[in-house]
């Protein structure tokens, strides 16, 4: 074939075809014709583009109208057909959700109409939010795909302002997916007797990946979710997968993920010393909320399908409660003074929280070290209790009084508690708390 610009110059062809138009809709291409699809679909909700488009488009509109009147038919962009989770077009969250996976799906379906049986799909997805995950996933697998692999590859600096205090992640996930030809005979089953069921499955691949993608030095967000898709590879290849009578969804690959992960981050951390399943449940649910999202605010379900692929129930909790069962509990966040005091304060319950999860509408945190109660603090009932009064302690009178509180609270576990503070320092996002905790760290010789 000749090059394109001799083509053209003899007044041939050009040896390729521009289409623009609907995704979901594409009546100029014949069924399973395509060999390759090569897709960048919207992340969810991290961009309006039509919303963003539309200063642009006024203003082209005045200027180019006359030279391409079919392009600016309109007073204002389309924002009805755009595959974006926008609550404001949609009424509320769910419902932008639930847009979203039909206009992903219809998509999706106008791809495999148009693919060869033996082509190839290929996407890439940067988000961090679990609820984005689910929805593009389940649309993906409702459409008769199956993920075949999935790698992370580096798309944005970690200085980019529009990635500021946003929920996208700095690594962009491809995957390659295949048509699901025929119908499976029988649901598979999440659990199975020898490590057979999918949940053993998935824990496997996510273990693969994460010495796969060890080299590539991710950050904890990025190698998260960077699993995410080889646990929903694995999700996808066993559809549909039944746990009992329950369907399980792509959330709740994506949280054994997200366990498998945290388990890892704490076992290289503390070099092998400690492991999730040796802490009592609230130590175990906070430190796994600790090492994916920080201090930070995060949805509270999912923090809530977290908790259920941990096994561990979160409960509100009220006074001095005291941790009984595989539980965490959970404070309703409140304003005035109660979030923060200084040392001499009254040791009163209304002068923090005892509990380690904090509640603020739909959202949930963990509590700093300053917000807890001192009657909990000076009387823990957990290790993650012992390792805030540390810190306390250390802030009151420097390193006599914190190992004078370790001692008299940890006598026979004091390096597990000490493991659990490295974990702090090695996660925390705030300088100040790293250098503090390292500070401690240095001060009992490790």
């Known amino acids: 074939m000749a090059p394109l610009h001799e083509n053209l110059k003899q007044g041939g062809e050009p040896p390729l075809n521009i289409l623009s138009g609907d995704a979901a809709h594409l009546p100029e291409i014949a069924d399973r014709t395509v060999d390759l699809v090569c897709m960048d679909p919207p992340y969810y909700n991290n961009v309006q583009y039509a919303e963003l488009s539309d200063y642009f488009y006024v203003w082209q509109k005045r200027t180019l109208k006359d030279l391409y009147p079919d392009l600016f038919t309109r007073r204002l962009t389309d924002k009805q057909k755009e595959a974006v989770a926008n609550p404001a077009r949609d009424g509320s969250a769910k419902e932008a959700k639930a847009a979203y996976e039909r206009l992903m799906g219809e998509i999706f379906a106008e791809c495999r109409r148009t693919l060869k049986d033996d082509g190839l799909l290929t996407l890439m997805f940067t988000h961090k939010s679990q609820t984005a995950w689910e929805s593009f996933i389940q649309s993906l697998i409702d459409s008769g795909w199956i993920i075949t692999s999935s790698f992370p590859v580096s798309s944005e600096f970690s200085s980019s302002t529009h990635q500021l205090d946003m929920a996208s992640a700095a690594s962009s996930i491809f995957l390659s997916c295949r048509k699901r030809l025929g119908e499976p005979e029988a649901p598979a089953t999440w659990t199975g007797l020898g490590g057979g069921g999918v949940q053993h499955q998935v824990r496997r691949a996510v273990e693969a990946g994460l010495e796969e993608f060890a080299p590539l030095k991710l950050n904890p967000v990025d190698r998260m979710v960077a699993c995410y898709g080889r646990a929903l590879r694995v999700l996808s290849e066993n559809w549909p997968v039944l746990d009992g009578d329950d369907p399980v969804s792509p959330i709740r690959a994506m949280n054994e993920a997200s366990r498998v992960v945290a388990e890892r981050q704490v076992r290289e951390i503390t070099a092998g010393r400690l492991s999730v399943d040796d802490l009592d449940p ?65 040791l009163s319950e209304s002068a923090g929280y005892p509990a380690p999860l904090l509640s603020k509408g739909s959202r949930l945190r963990l509590a700093r070290p300053e917000e807890r109660s001192e009657n909990r603090l000076a009387n823990p009932q957990t290790d993650w209790d012992i390792l805030q009064g540390t810190i306390q302690e250390y802030r009151r009178g420097d390193l006599p009084l914190a190992r004078a509180y370790l001692e008299r609270h940890a006598p026979d576990h004091r390096r597990k508690i000490l493991d659990l503070l490295k974990v702090w320092a090695a996660e925390a996002d705030d300088p100040d708390l790293k250098k503090e905790g390292e500070s401690i760290l240095f001060g009992f010789n490790l």
């Open 282 to 346: 609230e130590t175990a649910m906070a430190l796994t909320l600790f090492g994916i999202w920080g201090l930070i605010e995060f949805p509270f379900h999912e923090a809530l399908n977290l908790s259920k692929s941990l096994n561990i129930q979160m409960e509100n909790k009220s006074g001095g409660y005291r941790p009984a069962g595989h539980l965490i509990g959970v404070n309703r966040e409140t304003g005035g003074g109660r979030a923060r005091r200084k040392p001499g304060d009254p």
